[in-house]
């Protein structure tokens, strides 16, 4: 028995027989690479303990999802019968579809994403299907590299799977959840797993299989679950520090990009290769699995002393930590602050485009349309989100969704988790909130 100590599940354990599969997988030159990319990437600059890894979450999702697969199988009435034989006919492409969810993430995700136009998803696509060892583990097991892809895109006909990594109760979002509150020191992000998975359920509703809970036993676990969210997503993912730290690298590869193209600048040849083969994807992978934070970090470095004066100043103040400051958009009129934007911008001669950002935090590398997208009140449970719902199932099988029998979800769904705030340069932040007696 393989057994890793796990600061979450205390203890993972992979069978050295069974297991053999996720073992070899997770030897492979691109699962190991995720151990260099960063679980909340730049979110460390506001919580200095968020240092953990794609690696670790993806072997946490693992763990979940034989903890899910184990409770469900061992379900006892016959209504059960039909998805416990396809859950357990489909338990290896299950955990390899757990283990390699993440594997495409690049470092500091959406920044880099920007930069080559290609998102994450595509990239986990791109890995498992090409010429990478990941492909040629999964092949020697007898396990199609395609049903992996289409279990992660949602399309493999196998619902009950699909469901187990990703719905509203997915084994991904229960991890991560919990593993950064665990890191960040947000505490209000826990909830009672233990519990979670004792009441845990599956059943069909509206059509779909849904893994739900019991509704007996089980609303209780399901609103702490809805709040830990809420309260993670205003105060870690959201945060207006990591939102800043985030538009500042952002805006460092644009400048980077911008220079490249004018021939000023040199990029990591990797990263080069991958903006020069545009949409081909499986020809430059190799070249995306040697792109880590480490290797961002290092040309971050190199560019604090370039001689183009925002590259440097941009790295620098990512590198010192000198983020711009948030000011509300309630604060000011929108016409009003592009006003003073722009007659501050001529003044010093400052770029608008690299020091006046807006920014409307309602999406990040986290989705959770259970919260950020508005339900209308009154609107019919059948027409909303028929997918995306946390469904409680009483003792026939019947579900419910949670918004529908707890006061407390169904106040939080009709509240848009949607965060609108300008960032500007420490330095001119009072003269564009206060007028102009600071000048």
């Given at each position: ?251 460092i590869f644009s400048r ?54 925002i590259l440097n100043d941009?790295?620098?103040?990512l590198n010192k930590r ?118």
């Amino acid at each position: 028995m393989k057994t890793i100590r796990d600061p979450i599940h205390n203890i993972v354990q992979f069978d050295k027989n069974n297991d053999k599969l996720l073992l070899d997988l997770i030897d492979t030159q691109e699962f190991q690479r995720l151990r260099h990319i960063k679980q909340l990437g730049l979110a460390s600059f506001t919580y200095p303990g968020a240092e953990h890894t794609r690696f670790a979450h993806s072997l946490g999702v693992t763990h979940l999802m034989k903890r899910f697969i184990d409770k469900i199988c061992s379900l006892k009435e016959d209504r059960f019968i039909p998805y416990i034989k396809e859950i357990g006919e489909h338990r290896s492409l299950a955990l390899s579809a757990a283990l390699l969810h993440d594997i495409g993430h690049g470092p500091f995700s959406h920044a880099l994403e920007k930069t080559t136009g290609v998102r994450h998803e595509k990239w986990t696509i791109a890995i498992i299907q090409g010429d990478t060892e990941v492909n040629s583990v999964l092949k020697k097991y007898g396990i199609n590299p395609q049903e992996v892809v289409d279990v992660i895109q949602r399309t493999h006909p196998s619902k009950a799977v699909v469901k187990l990594l990703s719905s509203q109760l997915d084994t991904d979002r229960i991890d991560y959840l919990l593993r950064d509150s665990k890191m960040t020191g947000a505490g209000y992000g826990t909830f009672d797993l233990e519990w979670m998975i004792n009441v845990l359920t599956i059943g069909e509703h509206n059509g779909e299989i849904e893994v739900g809970l019991d509704i007996d036993k089980g609303i209780s676990i399901a609103e702490d679950f809805v709040m830990a969210r809420y309260y993670m997503y205003t105060n870690v993912y959201f945060h207006k520090t990591t939102r800043s730290a985030e538009l500042l690298i952002d805006k460092i590869f644009s400048r980077a990009l911008e220079l490249y193209n004018e021939g000023n600048i040199d990029l990591p040849d990797d990263l080069v290769s991958i903006l020069t083969r545009k949409g081909q994807l499986h020809e430059t992978v190799a070249n995306y699995i040697n792109l880590t934070d480490n290797t961002i970090w290092h040309f971050v470095n190199i560019w604090t002393n370039h001689n183009d004066i925002i590259l440097n100043d941009l790295s620098s103040r990512l590198n010192k930590r000198r983020f711009f400051k948030s000011i509300n958009s309630s604060e000011l009129d929108p016409l009003e602050y592009w006003k003073r934007v722009i007659e501050i911008s001529n003044k010093y001669g400052i770029s608008r485009e690299y020091y006046f950002l807006r920014d409307e935090a309602k999406s990040s590398s986290y989705k959770d349309s259970y919260l950020i997208q508005t339900p209308k009140i009154g609107e019919e449970g059948i027409e909303r989100e028929a997918s995306e719902q946390i469904v409680l199932f009483d003792k026939n099988g019947n579900g419910t969704e949670l918004s529908y029998i707890s006061d407390i979800v169904n106040g939080l769904r009709n509240k848009k988790i949607s965060i609108e705030r300008y960032f500007v340069p420490d330095e001119y932040k009072n003269e564009i909130i206060g007028g102009y007696q600071h000048v």
